[in-house]
């Protein structure tokens, strides 16, 4: 059966080009014939009715905004059987036939869990955390990225005339991808993540020792927030150094901001692509970029995938932070 009324939500954390990719597929709807509507407040608005229609002239102007104008949250109702089916009838009584749903893995479990009700699903990755295992690159992260590597930059310039030792904290939730990349372009002495434990001594106090006895007279610590952080990190830095040491948490300044070209361009092909497999009358997928190409999975599928550290990007990051 065509889509006749297309539903798009954004759930979970927001990430830059978020709204990209809502412009991209309200356009792409429009093109199909399709009428769009916006959920507010990720799957919160399908429980609660809380529903915009959108037109091509409501999402003009998106793509460098940063956020997510349909809002976020995660939804505990949702995960409920009494939530699904206050969603299912929402969707039902609107005469939504097919959800674009923007967001990280919980997205997608709700994704899945509302495909099993008879509603067309097709999941897009948005998160900064480049945690999705069937895509190499989630929407947001490049420019999270770039936004940590500029507040790094300028803590390196202080250390520098103070001669300190900076421990900065990174987000990405259970993994360390933002902190390798984070890590790597800022020259960072130490790079910390939940995939690779480190020994404090032999990895970081010994080398942040010789670099001091070689002329080394300031050093950066990235610290993913899911090895540990950078508050339990830093005093045990400065014991063992004698270091004068700060600690820095980036926190949610990762998550605005607006949105860099690779996330506007990548959030707009991803938003299309979503809406063009279920104009194909595909459902339960979820949209993936693999070596620069757009792909789809089974939700299911691309829920049981592991997606680890790049072997390579972390041997890169490990060798450049020896001493
Ligand atoms: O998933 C995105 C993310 O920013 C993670 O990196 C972080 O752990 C989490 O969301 C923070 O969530 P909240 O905005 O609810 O504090």
């Known amino acids: 059966m065509p889509v006749k009324r297309l539903g798009v939500l954004t759930s979970g954390g927001d990430a830059p080009g978020m709204n990209a990719a809502i412009r991209a597929v309200v356009r792409t709807a429009v093109s199909y014939g399709m009428q769009c509507l916006g959920i507010r407040r990720g799957y919160n608005g399908l429980i609660n009715g809380d529903i915009v229609k959108l037109e091509t002239s409501d999402v003009s102007g998106l ?11 995660r939804c505990k109702e949702f995960m409920t059987k009494a939530g699904l089916e ?38 897009v990755p948005g998160t900064i955390d480049n945690d999705i295992a069937c895509s190499n690159y989630t929407i947001g992260f490049d420019t999270a990225c770039n936004t940590a590597v500029e507040a790094i930059d300028r803590l390196n310039d202080t250390m520098q005339s103070h001669e300190r030792c ?43 020792r010789y670099a001091r006895d070689n002329g080394r007279t300031h050093f950066v610590v990235v610290v993913a927030e899911g090895a540990g952080g950078a508050v339990s990190l830093a005093p045990r830095i400065q014991e063992a150094t004698g270091m004068d040491t700060r600690i820095t948490v980036l ?73």
């Open 166 to 208: 900076s421990v900065v904290e990174v987000m990405g939730h259970r993994a360390g991808h933002l902190a390798v990349y984070v890590g790597i372009a800022c020259g960072a002495n130490a790079i910390l993540v939940p995939e690779k434990p480190v020994d404090l001594q032999k990895d970081i106090v010994d080398n942040i």
């Open 86 to 123: 206050k969603a299912r009838d929402t969707c039902k009584n609107r005469g939504i036939d097919a959800l674009v749903c923007i967001g990280g893995d919980g997205t997608f479990r709700g994704a899945l869990d509302l495909a099993q009700y008879g509603i067309s699903c097709c999941g």
């Open 251 to 323: 926190g949610h300044i990762q998550r605005g901001g607006r949105p860099n070209a690779r996330d506007r361009v990548t959030a707009s092909r991803m938003g299309k692509y979503a809406v063009d497999v279920l104009a194909e009358g595909r459902t339960n997928r979820v949209v993936g970029i693999i070596g620069g190409n757009l792909q789809d999975y089974d939700i299911t599928e691309a829920l049981k995938m592991e997606r680890g550290l790049q072997e390579s990007m972390y041997e890169t990051a490990r060798v450049l932070t020896l001493r």
């Open 63 to 73: 793509t460098g905004l940063g956020g997510t104008i349909l809002h976020t949250a």
